[in-house]
């Protein structure tokens, strides 16, 4: 027997972006813990990760491509070679590139792992090919867009600076769930007496850890930032030297557009009151350290990148700009660590190809011609149970017509409907290089077990795929570790002043912030700008949500227990969930008539979807909530909760409004 504990690194889509300590006993994975020598994680793990091996080693992995011999969907497969699968690919690809060019081929692709090399590994072997290309854009966009109209390339404080605010509002986020180990920080915060206060539109589990839970009208957080900053001058809370030294607009933006927030105007928006309002904003204005840890709950909107520009307005009226602990904080920027260019190769291309945007798949499989789209390509991402407007999306994968090549670690609802099923090696089967969203964090992982059955990492199935079109690059020759190696041989003024030596031994690594960071705003102008004369609407202000007519608005908000649709392969934490939950407010469900565990329906103009009531006074009236991207095969009814989400788009940037839904309520018949 060999018994070895290994490094790696969550390859998961999460800010934290957790060290791993992986004990390994005969080529398995048998223990996964929280590696104590990491900055952020500090040994522990989420409920999710802790029994990782569960995942890794699941009898639901995937071991052997697939072939397709029922109904598309109906998830009837026979095994088939690596070879046998690869020529059936490329055979059919050329075809269809013959008869209507290589843009009738669409990749698809999200963030199963978000490791550098593996999540990226398809951009060059597509560029090359003159593929239609995928505007990635499902996650938050608006919000980059959001924070960018104000700061520019500003960079986001170390995360752990928390820990020295004196006012830390969670902002939007569902920190328990989503980003648990800036938890730490706000916890020291706290007990050297700071306020922790969260911002949402129900009671989340987050609600628990702070002093104050603010709840708003979905979509109305811009009014909520306008209305406190107008009460921000009406106090005279705000930092004149910082204004005047450190800031663009301030003065347009108190004459032209705070007038029109009054409190009264803005309770009717937000839903708080007037009196909350004034109490909100006097201890805002009079907070020393105040930080916002910003979530992007709020950017998926119709509206959603301007309620992001108008809350990082916010503190640059009272200062904390230029403070320590203090700002807001939206997540951390590390693109430029490492030279990016040279992973996705756009000099492949050879002309500039069709894009489309994914969160409009469904319209792209169903409407698009001119060449219609004739294959789709999936890897590291459920399409299928993630994209808006499931039903659009589940018509379009059912084509016959349509060749749908999916690379996965499971038979998620996409692989179901393939017609080649590639299987796919977990993280610790790979090579990957790893940076944070959430920290300032770097890691280089090794495999540390085999690959599972005949399961092959990203890269390695490109590298077979263009080796089969006849791509001779070199670059199409080389193994994941032989392009980080490449990756770590260019310098990067970021990567100055690593420690090598632990990160050449796989440990992770902080890349050092710039000392002048606190006031050298990275804008046009190098202020703050309230004032961006390059933007649309020069100045912040309020627009409405998309909304809609149902009288529910539908909150599709992450689950503790899961990532998206992934974690859906494990019974242990299936278990911990009470099923597919709609969560109502009591008065609303005595107005229906229905009570606690009823089956209900929930519907509106793009679809149904069945589920089980949950009656609860922490979802206020007029809101309802569904936690959680479901697999079909666990969902009450035929359909997940994206069968109720648009295809409708953000008001900047192309991105997702997952959140901008409404629905109404009916029983479910069928169960009765
Ligand atoms: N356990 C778990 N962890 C995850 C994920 C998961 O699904 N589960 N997903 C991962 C991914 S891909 C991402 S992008 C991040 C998600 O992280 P973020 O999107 O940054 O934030 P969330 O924690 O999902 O919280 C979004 C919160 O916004 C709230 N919200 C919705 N609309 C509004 C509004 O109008 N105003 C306000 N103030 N709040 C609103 C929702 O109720 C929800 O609680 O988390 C990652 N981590
Ligand atoms: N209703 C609702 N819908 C949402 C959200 C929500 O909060 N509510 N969140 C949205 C957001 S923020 C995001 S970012 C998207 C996320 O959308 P996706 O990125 O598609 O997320 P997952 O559902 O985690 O699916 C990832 C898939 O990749 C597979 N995978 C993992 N590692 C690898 C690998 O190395 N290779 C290959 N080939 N496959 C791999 C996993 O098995 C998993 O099935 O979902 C969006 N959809
Ligand atoms: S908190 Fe996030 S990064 Fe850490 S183990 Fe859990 S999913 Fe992975
Ligand atoms: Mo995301």
Redesign the pocket.
């Known amino acids: 027997m060999t018994r070895k504990i290994k490094r790696s690194v969550c390859?998961?889509?999460c800010p934290d972006a957790c060290g791993l300590l992986i004990e390994v006993v005969d080529g398995k994975a048998i223990k996964v813990t929280g590696d104590p020598d990491h900055p952020f994680t500090r040994s522990t793990l989420c409920p999710k990760m802790n029994r990782y091996q569960e995942t890794v080693h699941s009898p639901l992995r995937l071991t052997r491509p697939l072939l397709r011999t029922g109904e598309k969907g109906t998830a009837q497969f026979h095994p088939i070679s690596w070879e046998e699968a690869i020529d059936r690919i490329v055979n059919h690809w050329q075809g269809i590139i013959k008869r209507s060019g290589a843009e009738a081929i669409l990749p698809y692709?999200?963030?199963?792992?978000m490791?550098l090399i593996?999540?990226n590994a398809g951009h060059p072997f597509f560029y090359r090919m003159g593929a239609s290309r995928l505007e990635r854009t499902?996650?938050?966009p608006a919000k980059e867009a959001g924070w960018q109209a104000v700061m520019g390339n500003t960079p986001a404080p170390h995360p752990d600076e928390v820990a020295e605010s004196d006012l830390v509002i969670l902002w939007g986020i569902n920190a328990v769930a989503t980003n648990i180990h800036f938890l730490h920080g706000v916890k020291i915060a706290r007990k050297k007496g700071a306020k922790v206060w969260l911002i949402d539109t129900y009671k989340t589990l987050t609600s628990s850890v702070v002093d104050q839970t603010y709840i708003v009208r979905p979509g109305s957080d811009g009014a909520l930032a306008l209305g406190l900053m107008h009460l921000l001058v009406r106090h005279s809370l705000i930092d004149n030297d910082f204004l005047a030294a450190h800031v663009q607009g301030f003065e347009e933006l108190k004459e032209k557009i705070l007038p029109d927030f009054p409190p009264e105007k803005v309770s009717r928006l937000t839903g708080l009151s007037p009196e909350t309002l004034e109490s909100t904003a006097k201890a805002y204005g009079k907070a020393k350290a105040p930080l916002i840890r910003l979530g992007?709950?709020l950017s998926?909107y119709g509206n959603g990148a301007m309620n992001v520009r108008t809350i990082v307005c916010l503190p640059a009226l009272v200062g904390a700009y230029g403070k320590r602990g203090a700002g807001c904080f939206t997540g951390t920027s590390t693109a430029e660590a490492f030279a990016m260019s040279e992973v996705f190769r756009e000099d492949f291309m050879k002309g500039k190809t069709r894009i489309v945007n994914m969160n409009r798949i469904g319209w792209a499989l169903n409407e698009i011609q001119n060449p219609p789209i004739q294959s789709l390509y999936?890897?590291?991402?459920?399409?299928a149970?993630?994209?808006?407007d499931q039903n659009q999306v589940l018509k379009g994968l059912a084509r016959e017509d349509l060749f749908t090549v999916?690379?996965?670690?499971?038979l998620?609802d996409?692989?179901r409907y393939a017609d080649m099923v590639?299987p796919?090696?977990?993280?610790l089967e790979?090579s990957d290089l790893y940076r944070s969203y959430g920290t300032y964090c770097i890691q280089r992982a090794k495999p540390v077990i085999p690959p599972v059955g005949e399961s092959k990492?990203?890269w390695d199935?490109f590298c077979l795929l263009a080796r089969a079109m006849g791509f001779d690059e070199p670059f199409f020759h080389q193994t994941a570790d032989d392009l980080i190696d490449h990756l770590l041989s260019l310098p990067a003024p970021m990567r100055n002043g690593i420690d090598l030596k632990a990160f050449s031994t796989g440990k992770a690594v902080e890349i050092p912030l710039p000392s002048d960071a606190r006031i050298r705003f990275r804008t046009p102008s190098g202020k703050v700008e309230l004032l961006n004369p390059k933007q649309s609407h020069p100045l912040p202000l309020y627009i409405p949500p998309y909304g809609g007519d149902e009288p529910f608005y539908l909150m599709?908000?992450?689950?503790f227990y899961?990532?998206?649709?992934?974690?859906?392969?494990r019974a242990d934490l299936l278990k911990k969930e009470r099923g597919m939950l709609l969560k109502m407010n009591p008065a609303d469900a005595e107005g229906k008539g229905f009570k606690e565990g009823d089956p209900v329906i929930a519907f509106n103009w793009l679809g149904e979807v069945s589920f089980v009531l949950s009656v609860t006074p922490d979802v206020p009236q007029g809101v309802v909530v569904?936690?959680?991207?479901w697999w079909l095969e666990h969902s009450p009814g035929p359909r997940?909760?994206?069968a109720?989400?648009s295809q409708r788009l953000t008001d900047q940037a192309h991105g997702?409004t997952?959140?901008d839904n409404t629905v109404d309520v009916r029983p479910d018949q069928r169960e009765l």
């Open positions: 390859p998961y889509d692709s999200y963030a199963g792992t490791g593996q999540r499902i996650c938050s992007s709950g998926r999936v890897y590291s991402s459920n399409p149970a993630v994209a808006p999916v690379h996965e670690r499971f998620t996409t692989a590639l796919a090696t977990s993280s790979q990492p990203n199935v599709a908000a992450p689950s899961a990532l998206n649709s992934s974690f859906r392969e569904a936690e959680g991207v997940s909760v994206n109720l989400t997702s997952f959140y």
